[in-house]
């Protein structure tokens, strides 16, 4: 009999160390599942929102000028993007999905721009897809016209839509004919 309430009572010492951790570690578990299923609630939120798939716009900066246009971005992206200060083009990007081609010059000379290609490329390595939480959402969301955009810091960018979801001319995404173009070094 004393070896049975021997063994009842270390029973009960072990149950009574164990229940606690194993309490605990539901309670991890269910807080760890809630933390994640609002996370990813978040994110599907942020992601769910209505974005153009092809839009044209500049972005008014205090020192320089964003002009961007986007083709199809979700199946086959056609970008560019040309950055001006004081008049002068200082950037220019080009990608093209047919080509999995970015090409982009520095400015250089205004007569004959050097431009430079990396190729293969694919859109998610320049982060295109990005661009639907932010300009891509800003055109369908505002729509043609000037707008004051506010953003998520507190502030406002000031930006001309020229369109969304209208067919932009395909010369947009070509080089200047007399563009000199030599492969990107590694």
Known sequence: MRGALRATGLALIGLSLVLPLALLSVVVVAAEQQVTSRASAAQQSETAAPYAQTFAMTILEEQR?????????????????????GGTVVSDQIYRFDERALYTSDGGSPDAPAWSVLSPVEPEALGLPDLSAG???WAAQ????EQQIPLADGTTVNVVIHAVDDPIDPAIFTLPPDAVVTPAGP
């Not at 505002?142 to 016209?145: D, I, L, R």
């Open 65 to 85: 000028t964003i002009d961007l246009w986007l083709v199809d971005l979700d199946t086959e992206p056609f970008f560019r993007q040309t950055i001006t200060a």
């Open 135 to 137: 300009p891509a959402q």
């Open 142 to 145: 505002f729509g043609a016209g």
